[in-house]
């Protein structure tokens, strides 16, 4: 779960290597949409933070019994 939410939320690498905005990843895309200080339309900003969270969230919730015993295991020596 950590590797695929490490490689989901990528920003920097997809900003330097994609060569169009359809290449784009959604935090990157995101990011377009701060203009500047007073044009910023934090609703769409928020909506698209919302979109971008949903499948992780949905990910760890049906995952969530095998993360638990993961990390608990962990702890047991």
Known sequence: ILTFLSSWNNFLWPLVSAQ????YTL??????????????????LLAG????ITPILL???????YF???VAMTGIK
């Not at 935090?27 to 769409?44: D, E, I």
């Open 49 to 52: 933070a919302v979109l971008v």
């Open 27 to 44: 935090p990157v895309a995101l990011s377009l949409y701060s203009t500047g200080q007073n044009a910023t339309n934090y609703s769409v």
């Open 59 to 65: 990910l760890f919730v049906f995952l969530q019994r």
């Open 68 to 70: 638990i015993q993961g």
């Open 20 to 23: 169009s905005e359809e290449m």
